[in-house]
């Protein structure tokens, strides 16, 4: 048998594959001979997962592949209703992302609980100004997404002393319905934002949204950027209808040098790196590694993602 071809849309540094050798005909594509590549692929490694090249590529003429693997969570880059409707199975990075991200959230909480960013400013000024800070224990948190990274989120918040209450897209056991929102929201200290984008959650953190948030609530995003509308948030902000944000990701990434956004008043911008510890490619490799011995053996793949759903649906103790 022939080996299987493997190829694999590449951004610097590439993955690490050497374990495959003899195993695999791997093959690296930029975005634009990926239109002209895929019909002769077996299997496809999305390395380059900020690019939108598979989703405009994948339409046309000839064989597709039959495994789909984007080295992130988030899928909403890649999937168009071509690939959706095909057989084609579709994985993703799940298990790499969830403890680091969940440790960036609970900094952003204690940064904003002990205003951090206003001792920073005001070493910067040479200025003394004793202030009060808030106490996390005790606090109400909405963690808004019920996958992986959300309950990692919840179990670290709530380690920290700090009430939460997760949000699905259903209720189920301890996870509030889409239907609780906005009544939890109304009652909360922080409200994060760690679910994928689909065509439900598009646009859902609004001007309304953000009128039914405390004055003194913060609102943390490291889910995916058009989840909020941007202009609402920074009017917020503005008028202080809550304390403060902290964005990790953006409706058009990178964030370009003029955006407004920068200068928003108690708004922390960082550059999608909520998830990327010291070794997170090496991560990534060693897990795709994993899944292409798994696929070669017939066996079968973790991390299926419901291409209808946009995500990789978790399983209830039960089901």
Avoid at 14 to 41: H, K, M, N, V
Avoid at 210 to 230: D, K, T, W
């Amino acid at each position: 048998m022939s080996e299987p071809t493997l190829l694999v849309l590449d951004t610097d540094p590439s993955p690490r594959l050497g374990r495959l050798t003899g195993r695999a005909r791997i093959r690296y594509t930029d975005e634009a001979q990926l239109a002209a590549r895929l019909p002769s692929a077996d299997v496809l490694l999305v390395w380059d997962f900020t690019s939108d090249a598979v989703r405009a590529a994948w339409p046309g003429a000839g064989p597709r592949p039959a495994w789909v693997h984007t080295a992130s969570t988030g899928v909403d880059r890649l999937l168009c209703p071509e690939l959706t409707a095909s057989d084609t199975v579709v994985t993703n990075a799940r298990g790499i992302f969830e403890r680091p991200v969940a440790e960036y959230v609970a900094g952003l909480v204690l940064a904003f609980a002990k205003d951090l960013p206003g001792t920073l400013e005001l070493q910067r000024q040479h200025r003394w100004r004793h202030r009060e800070s808030t106490r996390i224990a005790g606090s109400r948190a909405v963690v808004v997404g019920a996958g992986p990274i959300g309950r990692e989120i919840t179990k670290l918040l709530i380690a920290l002393g700090v009430r939460v209450a997760l949000v699905g897209r259903r209720a189920r056991r301890t996870i509030h319905g889409a239907e609780d929102l906005d009544r939890l929201t109304a009652l909360a200290d922080w409200v994060i934002c760690a679910a994928p984008l689909t065509e439900s959650t598009r646009g859902m953190f609004d001007a309304r949204f953000f009128g039914l948030m405390q004055p003194s609530a913060r609102f943390i995003n490291v889910g995916r950027g058009p989840m909020v509308v941007e202009d609402d948030l920074a009017e917020a902000l503005r008028r202080r209808w809550i304390a403060g944000a902290a964005l990790d990701v953006f409706e058009r990434e990178p964030l370009e040098p003029q955006s407004p956004l920068w200068d928003v008043p108690d708004l922390i911008v960082s550059p999608h790196m909520s998830g990327d510890t010291a070794g997170w490619r090496d991560r990534l490799s060693e897990q795709f590694v994993a899944m292409y011995e798994l696929w070669a053996a017939g066996e079968p793949l973790p991390n299926v993602v419901d291409k209808r759903r946009g995500y990789v649906p978790v399983r209830e103790p039960g089901e």
